[in-house]
T-cell receptor, first 115, second 114 residues
Framework: DTAVSQTPKYLVTQMGNDKSIKCEQNLGHDTMYWYKQDSKKFLKIMFSYNNKELIINETVPNRFSPKSPDKAHLNLHINSLELGDSAVYFC??????????????FGNGTRLTVT | AQSVTQLGSHVSVSEGALVLLRCNYSSSVPPYLFWYVQYPNQGLQLLLKYTSAATLVKGINGFEAEFKKSETSFHLTKPSAHMSDAAEYFCAVRVTGGGNKLTFGTGTQLKVEL
């Protein structure tokens, strides 16, 4: 029973293409996130949604657009892909909104390679 | 704004030796602190968390961490390293009112040698 699942696991595409990554959690959490991990393993938050409402948008280019159809799903759509978008993208979820000590539960990541 | 600093991007220990991974935080308000572990090609897994209930926190796989406010530290330790502990370890901080944002350190790669 996978708690946070992302698809696809690997994504190889060419510059200029548009791609989506899907994320689903079955933990009943009300907050979901997208993090980007670069080649040096640095993790940076991109977006956070609480009950389908955007609460964190960390200076991410407009080419990235998250969509949360319900609180169990948070998808990431990327337009006009660039070489610098190559990274591992992690979806995560947690219980609780602003602040709090509830830990994040992470998916296994989507490795995006832009050629 | 809150932040964490992990000293040492790479740490190497012998199997059976003490593991010490360092983390210092910066926060103007009481923080929540976490340690996560990442095995190759996997997501992050929670090791332990500090929530002010106790300064010494025990986690999974024999790891523990001690919150020291005077030193603004939250170092991770394990008395005896095992080969299976080889992984990337991340310290993270979250503060109340921070939009639920978890801010990670740059990570420490732990290598365990025979």
């Amino acid at each position: 029973d996978t708690a946070v699942s992302q698809t696809p696991k690997y994504l190889v595409t060419q510059m200029g293409n548009d791609k989506s990554i899907k994320c689903e959690q079955n933990l009943g959490h009300d907050t979901m996130y997208w993090y980007k991990q670069d080649s040096k393993k640095f993790l940076k938050i991109m977006f956070s949604y609480n009950n389908k409402e955007l609460i964190i948008n960390e200076t991410v280019p407009n080419r990235f657009s998250p969509k949360s159809p319900d609180k169990a799903h948070l998808n990431l759509h990327i337009n006009s892909l660039e070489l610098g978008d190559s990274a591992v993208y992690f979806c995560a979820s947690s219980q609780g909104d602003v602040g709090g000590n509830s830990p994040l539960h992470f998916g296994n990541g989507t490795r995006l390679t832009v050629t | 704004a809150q932040s964490v600093t992990q000293l040492g991007s790479h740490v190497s220990v012998s199997e059976g030796a003490l593991v010490l991974l360092r983390c210092n935080y910066s926060s103007s308000v009481p923080p929540y602190l976490f340690w996560y572990v990442q095995y190759p090609n996997q997501g992050l897994q929670l090791l332990l968390k500090y929530t002010s209930a106790a300064t010494l926190v025990k986690g999974i796989n024999g790891f523990e961490a001690e919150f020291k406010k005077s030193e603004t530290s939250f170092h991770l330790t394990k008395p005896s390293a095992h080969m299976s502990d080889a992984a990337e370890y991340f310290c993270a901080v979250r503060v109340t009112g921070g939009g639920n944002k978890l801010t990670f350190g740059t990570g420490t790669q732990l290598k365990v040698e025979l």
